[in-house]
């Protein structure tokens, strides 16, 4: 399992591209998300006034 | 099919019609994504040359395919938008333009990230990587023009002709490797009788190539439904949608 994290010593590489890009495709759909919510609530508050 | 085309330009008809396809998109990217980075991190076997760190191409490589898939997106939604002026093109315009952001900075990263350990350096003024430089300014000149112009229609007609004109950088990109001496390696070929890849290293590739393609629709169809709601939010239709949820 070490050995696998390990990479052959190229961990820092693999693991922070794969890291950056989970990250990346998360948090846009995160903030896609987020706006929906917010949006909805913008809308729905704006009938009450 | 063009009636079909045409219903697709309303923006009510897009946000009922996309709605259906949101869970489908998401489940299949989180199981074609899971799939590809199992292969690519576990059953693919370590190159012989570049050792481990190969890896990174299961990612790297289908990030800068989309980078420019979604350019090529982004300027047939400016043609529509410039001819026939429908709201949903313009929307998908300003749409591709931060999605595509996004995959070229992750493609520039992870190849970044790449280049290190196979060429010693980070970053190289490489036609390759120069030209993916210009695709992500590109990009970004995109979003500027939507958030500097307040007429979100004005905008995108200046924003499709700016995503028309750039379409150049496409081909640029591709043949950068071919027209210039590269420290980049030469395109891939897939498709032949010797593929430049062994399917073991192949096939994970692909599913991740997909996956990214999956996920791209996924977000698109999100971001453009928020879009429409921003844009609609006077007509009744998004009040009795608002009231429903």
């Not at chain 1, 706006?35 to 913008?42: A, I, M, S, T, V």
């Not at chain 2, 490489?126 to 300014?137: C, P």
């Not at chain 2, 590109?138 to 979100?152: K, N, R």
């Not at chain 2, 393609?213 to 928020?226: D, H, M, Q, S, T």
């Amino acid at each position: 399992m070490q050995e696998f994290f390990y990479m052959g010593g190229k961990g820092f590489f693999v693991w922070g591209s794969y890291g950056i890009t989970a990250f990346g495709l998360i948090l846009s759909l995160v903030i896609a998300s987020r706006r929906k919510g917010k949006l909805f609530k913008e809308i729905e508050d704006s009938f009450e006034e | 099919m063009w009636s079909f085309f045409h219903k697709l330009s309303s923006p009510k008809y897009y946000y009922e019609w996309s709605g259906k396809w949101i869970p489908w998109l998401g489940g299949i990217t989180i199981l074609l994504t899971a799939l590809g980075v199992y292969w690519g991190l576990v059953i693919a076997p370590t190159d012989y040359q570049q050792g481990e760190s190969y890896r990174i191409i299961f990612i790297h490589v289908p990030a800068a395919w989309m980078s420019m898939f979604i350019y090529m997106v982004m300027a047939v939604a400016g043609f529509i938008a410039l001819v026939w002026k429908t709201k949903i093109s313009e929307i998908v315009v300003s749409e591709c333009a931060v999605i595509g952001a996004v995959f070229t900075a992750l493609a520039l990263i992870t190849g970044m990230l790449w280049g290190k350990p196979t060429w010693g350096t980070y970053w190289q003024w490489d036609a390759r990587l120069t030209s993916e430089l210009i695709l992500l300014f590109l990009y970004l000149g995109v979003i500027s023009i939507h958030s500097a112009i307040e007429d979100p229609r004005i905008a995108a007609r200046a924003a499709s002709v700016l995503a028309i004109v750039g379409i150049i950088n496409i081909p640029i990109i591709h043949y950068s490797v071919t027209w210039w001496n590269s420290l980049h390696q030469p395109n891939m070929e897939l498709v032949s009788e010797s593929p430049s890849m062994h399917p073991s290293m192949l096939i994970p590739l692909l599913i991740m190539a997909i996956a990214f393609k999956v996920y791209f629709g996924w977000l698109l169809f999100i971001r453009v439904r928020n879009e429409i709601i921003s844009r609609e939010r006077s007509t009744n239709w998004v009040k009795k949608l608002i009231l429903a949820s």
